[in-house]
């Protein structure tokens, strides 16, 4: 049985992947334009930043059409599998601005990181999903052990390169990168909060509403903070 926070929990879900992949969609088109390495990667981030909302998306849909969500193993594959891919990313945009010197030193770090967790992730995915996580009805999961405490540090490593990559903007002198900077910290300060109080908060009829539109309102931002519209700039310049 469907129940309706469940609902809400995907439909929530569902508004914000879509959002979130249309604005890193159109972010990285802006790559062909002006060349710019950085909004290449971080647009390819924050496409996948939304990952480990896909299996909720999709588990409402499947219950609603056929009556029963995803699978754990499924559930955990389509959540999980490109987090790493997604911190890769993001590093790499990072690098683009800061210790260039060290940049294939840090992006090889985080690549060896990246494939021991999909090797954990994918050999516990065959011996025993239940290491990794217990599915919470149909669309919400608490997961466990290592897996949990790798999503944990990837919220802090978004918040930390994320503020990184918008003070770069924001100590400048041109109002307009000045201003993009102002909304691109706005943008990883709200997914942050909002990630970590969908993961932590008892999500209710009030509380998820509050935290997705949160998580929505990052993915606005982040938008202006790298297309910056010009309403936008006649209102705030």
């Known amino acids: 049985m ?12 569902i508004i914000f992947v879509v959002i979130s992949t249309i ?19 971080i647009g390819l981030a924050w496409i996948l930043i939304v990952c480990p909302w896909w299996p909720s998306s999709l588990s409402v849909l499947s219950a609603l059409l056929t009556g029963q ?19 890769f990313f993001l590093v790499a945009g990072f690098t683009e601005i800061y210790f260039k010197d060290k940049r294939k ?11 021991t967790i999909e090797i954990y992730l994918i050999y516990f995915l065959i011996v025993d999903p239940s290491v990794l996580g217990e599915l919470q009805g149909v669309v919400d ?17 978004v918040l930390i390169l994320g503020v990184l990559i918008a003070y770069n903007s924001i100590k400048a002198e041109n109002p307009e990168i000045k201003l993009r900077g102002k909304f691109l910290m706005a943008a990883f300060i709200s997914w942050t909060f909002g990630a970590i109080a969908d993961a932590t908060l008892p999500l ?14 990052s993915a606005i931002e982040f938008y ?14």
């Open 105 to 115: 030193i840090l992006l090889g770090i985080f690549a060896l990181i990246g494939v």
């Open 23 to 41: 604005v890193g969609l159109i972010t990285v088109s802006k790559y062909f334009k002006s060349k710019t390495k950085t909004t290449l990667y």
């Open 204 to 217: 209710t009829i009030i509380t998820l509403p509050i935290i997705r539109i949160i998580l929505i309102s």
């Open 141 to 157: 999961i608490e997961f466990r052990g290592l897996l949990r405490i790798y999503l944990i540090s990837t919220i802090l490593i």
């Open 224 to 237: 202006i903070g790298f297309i910056l519209p010009d309403f936008i700039k006649k209102r705030f310049l």
């Open 2 to 13: 469907v129940l309706l926070i469940d609902i809400l929990n995907g439909v929530f879900s």
């Open 69 to 87: 969500g995803l699978s754990l193993v499924m559930y955990l594959f389509i959540g999980n599998v490109f987090v790493p891919v997604f911190i």
